[in-house]
């Protein structure tokens, strides 16, 4: 059985058939969900789900690209759902550089970023963090906010492995999904290599990033096989045993029995 640490199904890429798609995921081999909010709106849509399916998880966060909808009444909107027993996790929160270049927002996405790690330690949950083209900000924010003393996983991993090896020093797990599959994902499969599994978590950010052989579909859990897979091959272990570690490492993290 697979645990997915992160989807996003309140996505409209699956409003014509989202529950068809998740009830058949939780009859097959997926066994855990967190369903990733990336705004308040998703985060809304995210413990919705999170209510209605017995084992779906919601992540309460703003992403990088979203602090627009930021503001203090939003914020501690945000804070109140942490209560709730359906949120396991504050995410996705972070810096991205890659859509965004103006300098000013930059600055913002720093103080909400600073803002939700704060908000994690003190509601003491873990950290889903997105990070890309980012690198330097995103450990500079994460020492000035003592995130190491904050469990969480740099989701959607994309820099070197000699950077990975850092964050797991700090404590983190390093999220894996469909580019490990790629052919020209050189680094991503260098860091499979080099980390140890016990540090590795599965996840699609479905519906983005299908593994080969769908590469540009619609992603889903179910494909999660075929990123286990890659990386049994890479650490040369069984599919199971990869199955297996990164389900324990998932519940570790978010305390889920
Ligand atoms: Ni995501």
Request: aromatic share 8%.
């Given at each position: ?89 504050i995410g ?113 950010d479905a519906p ?50």
């Open positions: 059985m697979i645990f997915e640490t992160h989807a996003h199904y309140d996505d409209e890429k699956f409003d014509s058939d989202r529950d068809l798609v998740i009830q058949n995921l939780l009859n097959g081999r997926i066994c855990r969900i967190i369903n990733v909010g990336a705004s308040i709106e998703s985060t809304k849509a995210s413990i919705a789900l999170a209510e209605k399916y017995e084992n779906v998880y919601a992540a309460a966060g703003v992403h990088p690209s979203e602090i627009g909808g930021l503001n203090e009444e939003s914020f501690a909107w945000l804070k109140q759902q942490t209560q709730r027993k359906e949120v396991v996790a996705e929160i972070g810096l991205d550089y890659y859509w965004e270049k103006d300098a000013s927002v930059q600055n913002m996405q720093r103080v909400w970023f600073a803002r939700q790690l704060k908000l994690a330690k003190e509601c003491r949950l873990p950290v889903i963090i997105h990070s890309r083209d980012a690198a330097e900000d995103t450990v500079n924010v994460m020492k000035e906010n003592h995130a190491e003393e904050i469990p969480g996983v740099i989701h959607c991993y994309s820099y070197s492995a000699e950077l990975a090896k850092e964050f797991v020093k700090m404590g983190y797990y390093i999220g894996i999904g469909g580019v490990v599959t790629f052919k020209n994902a050189k680094k991503l499969k260098e860091t499979a290599v080099q980390i140890p599994l016990e540090k590795i978590l599965l996840e699609t983005y990033m299908a593994p080969e052989p769908f590469r540009g579909q619609r992603n889903d859990s179910g494909k999660l096989v075929y990123v286990a897979e890659k990386i049994a091959e890479l650490k040369g272990v069984s599919v199971a045993t990869v199955e297996d570690v990164t389900k324990k490492n998932a519940k570790t993290l978010f305390g889920i029995p």
